[in-house]
């Protein structure tokens, strides 16, 4: 079993950084790609960045590509989210997840472990 503790939410406005944090239980956690979703009011979940196992392959959405980061720490069981030059419409809560496979995630857009979710409102 794996959990999922995400922080570092909170409103900004348009054009800042924000960064989010994920911290994971487990002493799998160097063995599972990580990455976060969102889900804004009235959306479906959507796929946002995902880590494999070595924090060296990633995934972006191209709604985020070039903006958000991805990043884990394998030794404290971390995994975040850089988010920079933050858009009203980047406002969801957004959701840490573990899952076998980046790829898997990106493209499923599915995970079998997921946080509580932390909300993110950019004003404009």
């Known amino acids: 079993q794996v959990q999922l503790v995400e922080s570092g939410g909170g409103l900004v406005q348009a054009g800042a950084s924000l960064r989010l944090s994920c911290a994971a239980s487990?002493?799998?956690?160097?063995?599972?790609?990580m990455g976060w979703f969102r889900q804004a009011p009235g959306k479906e979940r959507e796929f946002v960045a995902a880590a494999a196992p070595n924090g060296v392959t990633t995934y972006y959405a191209g709604s985020v590509k070039g903006r958000f980061t991805i990043s884990r720490d394998n030794a404290k069981n971390t995994v975040d989210l850089q988010m920079n030059s933050l858009k009203p419409e980047d406002t969801a809560v957004y959701y840490c997840a573990a899952d076998g496979s980046a790829n898997s995630m990106a493209v499923l857009k599915a995970a079998a472990y997921w946080g509580q979710g932390t909300q993110v409102v950019v004003s404009s």
């Open positions: 487990g002493r799998t956690f160097p063995t599972l790609a």
